[in-house]
């Protein structure tokens, strides 16, 4: 049975539609990734040193940090809160140059901070499958988020 224009010209503007809902998950989630990504990536040249957690708040919490090198400790410092963030708690950090922000360091801050990434490959999964009709590269997008969100949780 042939297809009339009028149902290819649906189907491709399916296609399209899904192809766009799918590229702006992924473009979101590296772009909100990026902001806190890119102080621990490119660390070089960066500040590090250790935060002792004073305190929590609702979205951050507050601490004393401790430079390594020569710099002198500073207090007031600031970090995204976390789930497993607690009081005394010493954590490997990075500053943000010129403000009085920390990220964390290391394997389990690079985690962290392509949670968002992560998170947006797990549901662009679902458009990329259920929209798209790739079920390998939608298996493949939710691995690879599903990775990324475990790797957060165990080295956090």
């Known amino acids: 049975m042939k297809r ?13 539609l899904m192809s766009v809902v799918a590229l702006v998950l992924l473009v979101a989630g590296v ?12 660390s070089k040249g960066r500040e590090h040193g250790t935060i002792t957690i004073a305190g929590c708040g609702e979205e951050t919490c507050t601490g004393s940090y401790d430079p390594d090198g020569t710099a002198a400790p ?16 010493k954590l490997p950090v990075v500053v943000k140059p010129g403000t009085a922000e920390v990220v964390r360091a290391g394997t389990g801050g690079l985690f962290h901070a392509w949670m968002p990434l992560g998170g ?8 990329i499958g259920g929209g798209l009709g790739l079920t390998r590269c939608a298996w493949a997008s939710a691995a690879l988020g599903g990775a990324v969100l475990a790797g957060a949780f165990l080295t956090i």
């Open 4 to 16: 009339s224009s009028s149902h290819r010209a649906l189907t491709y503007g399916r296609y399209f």
């Open 31 to 42: 772009w909100s990734s990026w902001e806190t990504a890119q102080h621990v990536i490119l």
């Open 74 to 89: 500073r207090t007031g410092m600031t970090i995204e809160k976390s789930v497993a963030v607690q009081k005394g708690e």
């Open 120 to 127: 947006a490959l797990v549901l662009g999964a679902l458009v």
